[in-house]
């Protein structure tokens, strides 16, 4: 289970202001990358009985998610969101728009935070202070937080394009390789929130291409 080992001990140097910070939605071959940053109040004991809620989102059901995104809501000083969509993604790779999704979060929040809980990411260069934690969201309640906000968000993202998109599955697969979702891909080609760069989409182009 997370804890708040992280934080505590930036407060007793004196930081107060902490996000943490995550990302979901490396792994879909549609759909955009969507990161979350969440400031949790500063005078946290974690024995406050709501932190329970939290954990690693893959590792929790849609229904405790989603409470888990109500208790945050209730109970955090601040949360943002950031994503960026199909087009950047195959433009600069998914490493660095992964990193950017979770910039554009931190800037989305009201206020400045001193320092970045990072659930582990490569960093190449970043304005703020930061650790970035190995299963940040198993271990950091404000990554954990993160983490939730992160994936109800883009999973509602999903299911409205599942509307809009209606070949794909989208609203239960989540732009998620499935099998479902990689025949459909065959058959019908990639919409418009397909990432064209993964290997999966360009070869059901090639393939579409090659038999018209």
């Known amino acids: 289970m997370p804890d708040l080992s992280f934080e505590l001990g930036l407060r007793r140097r004196g930081v107060s202001i902490v996000a943490g910070v995550d990302e979901v939605g490396r792994g879909p071959l549609a759909g955009p990358v ?11 004991t974690g024995s406050e009985q709501w932190l329970e809620l939290l954990d690693d989102s893959k590792k929790l059901t ?5 409470r888990a ?3 945050v809501e209730a109970n955090a000083v601040a949360w943002g969101l950031g994503q960026v969509e199909p087009a950047e993604i ?3 790779g998914i490493g660095r728009a992964s990193f950017r999704a979770m910039l554009l979060a931190v800037a989305d929040l009201p ?3 001193a320092h970045l809980l990072l659930d582990y990411i490569y960093v190449r260069d ?9 299963k940040g969201d198993s271990v950091s309640y404000s990554v954990a937080a993160a983490s939730n906000v992160a994936k109800v968000a883009r999973d509602r993202m999903m ?7 209606p070949g794909y ?7 998620y390789p499935t099998m479902y979702h990689m025949e459909q891909l065959r058959e019908l080609g990639p919409c418009e929130i397909h990432r064209r760069s993964f290997a999966p989409v360009a070869q059901a182009r090639m393939a579409l291409a090659h038999s018209v």
């Open 34 to 44: 969507v990161a979350a940053a969440v400031i949790l109040p500063p005078n946290l």
């Open 62 to 66: 849609r229904l405790q998610r989603e």
């Open 69 to 71: 995104v109500e208790a």
């Open 90 to 92: 195959d433009h600069m």
């Open 111 to 113: 206020l400045e935070p």
């Open 126 to 134: 970043c304005p703020y202070q930061y650790y970035t934690i190995v």
């Open 159 to 165: 299911r409205d394009y599942g509307e809009q998109y």
């Open 169 to 175: 599955a989208f609203a239960k697969n989540k732009g």
